[in-house]
């Protein structure tokens, strides 16, 4: 399950559930049936799915149109796609689900996995369960985070959060430093799975002869992703 996923390849988590379906398809395809749940991004019409195919892997791919939500991409419920929820789960009847970005998602879904009993993996990524900002800094740069061990004079989010961390089979991040990050909120039991990198053959680009010096910034520009002080710093030079 994961907030998009190819051709809507957008975002680095998307990335890595494509990289991981394509190692399970490839290597494992005796082991595991993979279906997809992701959002279809631009739906003509809300609480709404279509069926896909990834024809790479020979996968089905479910794709559905979620309604706004006032609180964007930190909605944590959305109780009036659970009928489309039920219908998928009850059409797929899962051994195992695995929660990547869940974004527009929600945790309804997982209402309906609890229900159930299907066991369920959360891959915990960005912000989203630790931090009333997706990318847990606000506007003004400052972090904010959760504190799970405390919540009582925190937000309703947090709240409503909790139970499903608990009832996870597993919770994994993407680094050690991911980790100790959600550790420091109070989530406990995470295990770490980093991101492998597939080997592409790319040709060796041939460096100029002036004394320039090439700096690469690997993300996009928006606030969170730094851009603002490789600027700042280019700006004192």
């Known amino acids: 399950v994961n907030v998009y996923y190819p051709p809507q390849d957008w975002g680095g988590a998307t990335h890595v559930v494509r990289d991981n379906v394509n190692e399970l398809c490839q290597n494992y395809k005796d082991d595991f049936d993979i279906e997809i749940l992701c959002t279809n991004f631009a739906g003509l019409n ?9 024809i790479v892997n020979n996968i089905r791919v479910w794709k559905v149109t979620t309604s706004e939500q006032e609180e964007g ?32 998602i929600t945790t309804s879904l997982i209402d309906i996995i609890i229900d159930r009993k299907i066991p369920y993996i ?26 799970y061990r405390n919540p009582s004079n925190q937000s309703a989010r947090i709240h409503t959060l909790k139970p499903y961390l608990e009832s996870a089979a597993a919770i994994t991040t993407v680094s050690e430093a991911f980790k100790n990050i959600h550790e420091n909120c109070g989530i406990e039991n995470i295990i770490n799975t980093e991101n492998g990198i597939v080997k592409k053959n790319l040709p060796k680009s041939e460096r100029t002869s002036n004394k320039k010096v090439m700096i690469a910034h690997m993300g996009g520009c928006g606030f969170h992703k730094g851009l603002d002080l490789v600027e700042k710093i280019l700006n004192r030079i």
């Open 46 to 54: 809300y609480l709404d799915y279509e069926i896909d195919s990834d």
């Open 73 to 104: 991409d930190l909605a944590v419920k959305d109780n009036s796609i659970l009928g489309i929820y039920d219908e998928i789960i009850n059409t797929i009847n899962p051994d195992l689900v695995h929660l990547h970005c869940i974004q527009r």
């Open 122 to 147: 959360i891959t915990a990524h960005d912000g989203w369960w630790i931090s009333p900002n997706q990318f847990i800094i606000n506007n003004e740069g400052v972090q904010e985070y959760y504190d």
